[in-house]
């Protein structure tokens, strides 16, 4: 298993460009997720899965778009980059089941992106 | 005031050495306390988790839940060269939201 695998490793962004960050996970999870991770910040929920088709907000979206249209993949799109958006974005996955609350969560490599 | 609160270090251990990491949290709703370890340029990965106060140990690792403090801990005994990494405490109140907080970074001096 290659477990959560994510392209491109490294990217510069002109400001006002779009472009897409790949994940991809080969372990049939149902969630998905997508995190920034800034300097002295922590790690912030972008979007997040369910399940195919199944989408939603996490805590900071704006300036991104998901769809996840197959279990194993789940892209991000920037649109009109923005210097802010600068940043280390992990996806991750997980599998849950009806009636537990919690499972671990397994991330990828990331992607460093900076926009300028 | 922020869910989850974590110093970020750095934190700078000879190795053998008893290392200390804490976070505190502010909403008493959150069950599930984990720790994740990220090694430079790499993704987090899970360390340990447990969902009550008390103790939980997994060989040099111990991590410790005071729910009445809304306190975490993670402790790592005879500390090693290759335990130096970013340690990240994350909660959760179930059905997979997590709240992480902002790591702290431990250097193990051979």
């Known amino acids: 298993n290659a477990g959560v695998t994510q392209t491109p490793k490294f990217h510069i962004l002109k400001i006002g460009q779009s472009m897409t960050l790949q994940c991809t996970q080969d372990m049939n999870h149902n969630y998905m997720y997508w995190y920034r991770q800034d300097p002295g910040m922590g790690l912030k929920l972008i979007y997040y899965s369910v399940g195919a088709g199944i989408t939603d907000k996490g805590e900071v979206p704006n300036g991104y778009n998901v769809s996840r249209s197959t279990t194993e993949d789940f892209p991000l799109r920037l649109e009109l980059a923005a210097p802010s958006q600068t940043s280390v974005y992990f996806c991750a996955s997980s599998y849950s089941v009806p009636g537990t609350v919690y499972y671990e969560q397994y991330f990828g490599p990331g992607t460093r992106l900076t926009v300028t | 005031q922020k869910e989850v609160e974590q110093d970020p270090g750095p934190l700078s251990v000879p190795e053998g050495a008893i290392v200390s990491l804490n976070c505190t949290y502010s909403?008493?709703?959150?069950?599930?306390f984990m720790w994740y370890r990220q090694y430079s340029r790499k993704g987090p990965e899970l360390l340990m988790y447990t969902y009550s106060s008390g103790n939980k140990e997994d060989g040099r690792f111990t991590a410790q839940v005071d729910k009445s403090s809304k306190y975490i801990s993670l402790f790592i005994r005879d500390s090693q060269p290759s335990d130096s990494a970013t340690y990240l405490c994350?909660?959760?109140?179930?059905?997979?939201?997590?709240?992480f907080g902002t790591g702290t970074k431990l250097q193990v001096i051979p």
């Open positions: 909403n008493s709703a959150f069950q599930y």
């Open positions: 994350a909660i959760s109140g179930g059905y997979q939201k997590v709240t």
